[in-house]
């Protein structure tokens, strides 16, 4: 069963444009949520990550979108440049005991970014 | 800012031998750190659960005679491909978790190749 629903699998977006990708999950436990930025042979790199205690995180050009309610998170990156063209993945954890630090991924989303 | 590492980056081995991936947090301890295997474009799926001074943790469908991870400290985890065979070739990453879990790092990855 996957935890972690990410859409859209594959983006394509013309160079300043905004790239929108989001997660849903069912786990109201989940505390954490990660975003993670990958490189062709390369292990993911911390992108961006928000707490349920906050609707927005902005870094730079980077926005995390949180819904309690509705269980989901968006990715959104702002003035999207070729160098932006990566696999996203985002991520869902819980702070708790056993689970501690256990990230369940979303299948991961292959942007393209055109110049 | 926080940083593991794996090493090595990249091995080939033949059939039938073993080979050996560490992962080192450097600028912190942790007691907690994870072993993923990655397909090519597919997502990290969790192998196990490494905990310091303690068994490992298997997700269902892992090997763990097959599959031996040492975590010996509170910086180093190891994880030990025994008898590999072609189909174990993949790129396998590590993360450790930072403080009580409010940050999850990865390393760079282990290329593995068996021939």
């Known amino acids: 069963q996957q935890q972690v629903k990410q859409s859209p699998q594959s983006l394509i977006v013309q160079k300043g444009g905004i790239s929108i990708i989001n997660c849903a999950y069912e786990?109201?436990?989940?505390?954490?949520f990660p975003w993670y930025q990958q490189f062709p042979g390369k292990g993911p790199a911390l992108l961006i990550a928000i707490r349920p205690d906050v609707s927005e995180k902005k870094e730079g050009r980077f926005t995390i979108s949180f819904n309690k309610s509705a269980k989901q998170f968006s990715l959104h990156i702002m003035d999207s440049q070729p160098g932006d063209s990566a696999t996203y993945f985002c991520a869902a954890s819980s702070g708790r005991g056993s689970t501690l630090g256990r990230l369940y991924f979303g299948r991961g989303t292959q942007l393209t970014v055109w110049p | 800012g926080a940083v593991v590492s794996q090493h090595p980056s990249w091995v080939i081995c033949k059939s039938g031998t073993s080979v050996k991936i560490e992962c080192r947090s450097l600028?912190?301890?942790?007691?907690?750190m994870f072993w993923y295997r990655q397909f090519p474009k597919k997502s990290l799926m969790l192998m196990a659960t490494s905990n310091e001074g303690s068994k490992a943790t298997y997700e269902q469908g892992v090997e763990k005679d097959k599959f031996l991870i040492n975590h010996a400290s509170l910086t180093l985890s190891t994880l030990t491909v025994t008898s590999a065979h072609p189909e174990d070739s993949s790129f396998y990453i590590c993360?450790?978790?930072?403080?009580?879990?409010?940050?999850?790092?990865f390393g760079e990855g282990s290329w593995l190749t068996v021939v």
């Open positions: 993360s450790a978790v930072q403080g009580s879990g409010n940050t999850i790092y």
């Open positions: 600028d912190f301890q942790a007691t907690t």
């Open positions: 786990n109201t436990a989940f505390d954490y």
